[in-house]
């Protein structure tokens, strides 16, 4: 992985909804060595305070501009002082970081991206760089409510398929985004693809995907309230169009513990990248170990800011998996 310590411009810092702001960086360096995925980290506090600094993933990644946008949600006191940043500051910066997303070679294939709230923004840069291989590409985003989720108009004017869920039902499917992915899934296997026979404790029901905390990440461009989520270029999902070959997903634990047990159910496999609070984010603290288990079944710690964030899905250990 990359490293770069050179200073970054802040050129934008918007709000999308109350709380949440994305920000815009130029950062050539960084940018060019950049890959979906992969993640930053942050100074945020004046005179050191906060000392430690923040992970953010980044995601609008466009390395012949040199610029990356940050998507975050004000949950402390270090992200509300970057709330109150100016454009033409210059903003200490560490990255890129970690392992990011990989994907099939040559050959066009169909990938469905599946976040939960602040999960959303690292599959955005992977939708662009899929549509750019010529992936099919369908999108499922969850959150709280409308207010909380971004990168609509940008999925859309990829061309790619979006479904949207709110647990208020203020827009979308009313409840969690695992119910129209397991329900796409399923279209796809009525289409060919096998899947296990019965649904088990795996599947999508009461399973909380709430935004996580400063682990929060970049997006692109923000749909309007009032837009049909499901509009765009190649939007809308019908029947039958459910087959996919790989699932990405980004989000908290219990929301990726219910994507893998969909994809464990349905034969697929399946990349996730994990959230998790950071003290250096380059794999010398440790305070980001997970449990993973290889293919001999021996479990394992891994750091997520080293090794990962993102991990075959397989091989993540859920502390309450069967």
């Not at 609008?60 to 970057?82: K, P, S, W």
């Not at 709330?83 to 990989?102: C, E, H, K, M, Y």
Request: proline letters at 7%.
């Amino acid at each position: 992985m990359a490293e770069n310590t050179e200073g970054a411009f802040l050129e934008k810092n918007q709000s999308l909804a109350p709380g949440l702001y994305e920000m815009t960086l130029l950062a050539p360096a960084l940018v060019a060595a950049a890959r979906p995925g992969q993640f930053v980290m942050l100074r945020l506090g004046e005179n050191w305070a906060p000392f430690l600094r923040r992970p953010f993933g980044l995601a609008g990644i466009a390395a012949g501009a040199g610029r990356c946008q940050i998507v975050y949600r004000v949950v402390g006191e270090g992200t509300a002082q970057m709330s109150r940043w100016q454009a033409g500051r210059q903003v200490d910066i560490l990255g890129p970081l970690g392992n990011g997303f990989t994907w099939p070679g040559v050959e066009p294939g169909r990938a469905a991206l599946v976040g939960g709230g602040m999960g959303i923004a690292p599959l955005l840069p992977l939708a662009q760089a899929l549509r750019q291989a010529g992936h099919q590409v369908s999108a499922f985003l969850g959150g709280a409510s409308l207010d909380r989720l971004f990168g609509l108009g940008q999925l859309g004017d990829l061309g790619c398929r979006a479904q949207i869920a709110t647990e208020d039902g203020s827009a979308g499917f009313a409840g969690l985004i695992t119910g129209p992915l397991e329900r796409y899934l399923l279209a796809g296997a009525g289409a060919g693809r096998d899947a296990v026979a019965a649904p088990g404790a795996d599947t999508a029901a009461g399973t909380d995907h709430a935004a996580g905390t400063d682990h929060a990440a970049a997006a692109g461009p923000r749909a309007s309230a009032d837009a049909d989520p499901g509009g765009g270029p190649g939007a809308g999902i019908g029947p039958g169009s459910g087959a996919v070959d790989i699932v990405y997903a980004c989000g908290p634990m219990p929301f990726l513990r219910a994507v893998t047990g969909l994809c464990r159910r349905f034969r697929l496999p399946a990349q996730v990248s994990l959230e998790e609070r950071m003290g250096c984010g380059l794999g010398a603290c440790m305070g980001c170990a997970v449990k993973i288990k290889d293919a001999s079944g021996t479990i394992q710690q891994r750091r997520i800011c080293y090794d990962g964030p993102v991990f075959d899905g397989k091989e993540v250990f859920f502390l309450d998996q069967p």
